[in-house]
């Protein structure tokens, strides 16, 4: 899961622009790939005078904060790739609308989340790729949580 909190002026984003701002937030992660229900975007909105930068009021500045879940980053390169990757995504709607903004991501342990009861199913697993295909939690079998791909239980082989 990624959980975005987008703290922002009111009316900084008409309805349309925090539809299409998800949608967007949603197909960068469904491209990792995760299931899409993973992404929750929640916009709240900061009344004017409510936000400070440095001491100083700033009523044209956006926050975005993530919890990350369902993957972490591994490494300055990917992480730094990934940072860059949501530049671009939320771009459009900050950078060219003259807002001051910042996003920061803090990651969470995969074992510490469920969805509707259920533990998520490992990465790549049988069950995962199930949840992508229908887009929803569901209860699977311990078989399912083995990889969907071709795998080897050979000692010492790789393939």
């Not at 500045?61 to 369902?70: L, N, P, S, W, Y």
Request: glycine fraction near 6%.
């Amino acid at each position: 899961m990624p959980l975005w909190k987008v703290y922002h002026p009111t009316n900084a984003f008409s309805a349309e622009d925090k539809q299409e701002l998800a949608e967007r937030i949603t197909n960068v992660y469904a491209g990792v790939p995760i299931p899409k229900f993973y992404a929750v975007i929640i916009f709240e909105e900061v009344e004017k005078g409510n936000c400070f930068v440095g001491g100083v009021r700033n009523d044209k500045f956006i926050r975005f904060k993530v919890d990350q879940i369902a993957r972490t980053l591994p490494g300055p390169v990917i992480r730094e790739w990934w940072m860059r990757t949501l530049d671009e995504v939320i771009a459009p709607f900050v950078k060219e609308r003259g807002f001051d903004w910042e996003i920061s991501i803090d990651e969470t342990p995969f074992d510490l989340w469920s969805l509707q009861g259920e533990l998520p199913p490992p990465f790549e697993s049988i069950a995962e790729k199930r949840w992508v295909a229908e887009n929803k939690a569901s209860p699977y079998t311990y078989q399912e949580k083995l990889p969907a791909g071709h795998f080897l239980l050979t000692p010492g082989v790789t393939g």
